[in-house]
C-alpha cells in the first residue's frame, strides 16, 4: 500500500480528476455485484416491522452475518473488494484473508489498483461499485457517502460489539454525512500512528538521556542535548510536489495538545479559521524548536531543502549527529536495512501539552465501506471488524491493528506492541487533519505556507492567511 506521503503528492490530481468525472459519469444503480442464492438483507432504508429491523440486521436467534459464515451458509458466494493494496501489500492482504475464505467458502475477490482514488468514483458513479472498498483517504468516502451511495452500517453491525472492540475516537470517526442525515460510512482495518518520536537507542542510552514524559521534559532535554553539543532534532519537509506534508503533521500533532479534539475537528471542516489564536499558537509551539538553529540538524533553512526519508539518517551515525525525529511508524522503512528495532532504535510518545487534552494520538489508516448488501458481504465487513481479519499482516510488521481484539502477542517486536497499546489507550484518536481537508487547502495553501513559513520567505501571519486563502476560495 502506498505510503501516506506518496497519497499526499496525488491528492490535488486526483481531487480535480475526481471532481470532473462526478460531473460527467452518468449515474447508476451502485448495487450491481455478484449473484447470490440468498435473499439480500435489508438495508435501512427498507421498511421492517419485524422485532429486528432496528438491531443488527440479523436474526439474532440464528447468529450473526459473520456466525453464519463460519457455519457455511454463504459457501459458494463472491464478495468483491477494491482498494489501494498493490504488490506487497496485496499479497499480505490476502493472505490475511485466505484462512476465512476457506473456513466460510466465501470467495474474496481483491482488485488492487494504484490508481484506486481517481477510480473509485468512477466505478460508483457508473454502477459498478465493489461490494467493499478499501478508503486509504477518509475525506474521498466522505465525499460519496453524501451521495447516499454507502450503505449506514450502523444497523448491519452490532455496535455494542463495535463499542467493545474499538477506541470511541475509531467509531466517531466513521460516522459522516450521508443523503439524509449521519451514517457509519465504514469500519476501520489498518492504522498507522504518526505522534511518535524515533531516537537512536543504545548511543541514547549509552549518553545517559532519558526518554521525556512530558512536554517540558523533551524541550529541557532538547536543550541538554544542545549544550553537549549536538542539535536534537533533525527534521525534513522536501517532498516533491508534495514538500511541505511533514509541517502539516507536526502542526496537526499540536493542535490536538493545545486545543480540544472538537476546535481541531472544526479546525479541519473550516469552521476555525488558520488564522485563529488556536492555530497560530500551535505553529508557535513548534516554531520553538524548528526556528531555533541550535535544535536543528543543519539549521532551520536545511528542513526544505531536506528530503522527509533522508532526514533521520544523521540518527544512524557514529556517534549520532541528531537524536529526535517525529514522524509516523512508516518512516522505519527508511532506516538502514542493518538497524535493530528495540536495539539500535526505539521511539517515544510525542508528549502531551495541556493535561486538560490527555493523550492524544494523530493516525492514519483504512476504512472499509459497504456499497452492495447481501448477506456474504455483510459477513465479510464484520469479519473486518475483527483483529482475526489482519492477524497474519500484524505478525508480518508494518501495520497497527485499531481493534481491540488484536492480541498484543501478534506484535513482532516490542516496538509495535507499544505502538498497538498507545492507539488502544489513547484518550483522543484523530485522522490526519489535512488528508481530511479539501486538496487545495490540506494538499495546497497547507503544504506551501508551512514550506514559505520555515523558508523564511513569509512571516507566520503572511503564511496564515495564505492557507486560509484557500477555504476562501
Known sequence: ?????????????????????????????????????????????????????????????AGSPLDLAMKGEYKGTKVTVFGPFVDADQVKFENSIKEFEEKTGIDIQYEGSKEFEATIN?????????????????????????????????????????????????????????????????????????????????????????????????????????????????????????????ATDWVEDIMLRTTSPENYDKWVKGELPFTSPEVKHAVEVMSKIWMNKDYVYGGTKSIVTTAFGDAPKPMFDNPPKAWFHRQGNFITSFFPETAKVDVDYDWFYLPSIDPQYGKPVLVAGDIYAMFNDRPEVRAVIEFFTTGESV???????????????????????????????????????????????????????????????????????????????????
Open 122 to 246: 468512477i466505478r460508483v458513479d457508473g454502477g459498478n461499485a465493489p461490494d467493499i472498498a478499501d478508503f486509504p483517504q477518509p475525506g474521498l468516502l466522505a465525499a460519496i457517502a453524501k451521495t447516499g451511495k454507502v450503505i449506514d452500517l450502523t444497523n448491519v453491525l452490532d455496535q455494542e460489539k463495535m463499542k467493545t472492540n474499538y477506541n470511541k475516537s475509531w467509531l466517531d470517526m466513521s460516522m459522516m454525512d450521508g443523503k439524509d442525515g449521519k451514517i457509519m460510512a465504514g469500519i476501520w482495518n489498518r492504522s498507522n500512528v504518526k505522534s511518535l518520536v524515533w531516537y537512536p537507542k543504545k548511543q541514547f542510552d549509552e549518553a545517559g538521556y532519558k526518554v521525556p514524559e512530558t512536554w517540558d521534559e523533551m524541550m529541557s532535554l532538547t536543550e541538554q542535548i544542545a549544550k553537549d553539543g549536538d542539535p536534537a532534532w533533525t527534521i525534513g519537509i522536501e517532498s516533491g510536489a508534495a514538500t511541505g506534508w511533514v
Open 391 to 473: 492477524k497474519s499482516w500484524v505478525q508480518s510488521g508494518g501495520m497497527i491493528a485499531p481493534m481491540n481484539d488484536a492480541s498484543l502477542d501478534w506484535y513482532s517486536s516490542e516496538s509495535d506492541r507499544r505502538m498497538a497499546k498507545l492507539v488502544q489507550e489513547a484518550s483522543t484518536l484523530r485522522f490526519d487533519g489535512s488528508d481530511l481537508m479539501p486538496g487545495k487547502v490540506g494538499a495546497g495553501t497547507f503544504w506551501k505556507g508551512m514550506t514559505d513559513y520555515v523558508s523564511g520567505t513569509a512571516t507566520l501571519d503572511q503564511a496564515l492567511e495564505q492557507i486560509q486563502s484557500g477555504w476562501n476560495n
Open 1 to 61: 500500500m502506498k505510503k501516506s506521503s506518496t497519497r499526499k503528492v496525488t491528492l490535488p490530481l486526483v481531487l480535480c480528476l475526481s471532481f470532473a468525472m462526478m460531473l460527467s459519469a452518468c449515474g447508476g444503480n451502485s448495487n450491481n455485484g455478484a449473484a447470490s442464492t440468498d435473499p439480500p438483507a435489508k438495508t435501512n432504508n427498507q421498511a421492517d416491522n419485524t422485532p429486528d429491523s432496528t438491531n443488527s440486521g440479523t436474526d439474532t436467534a
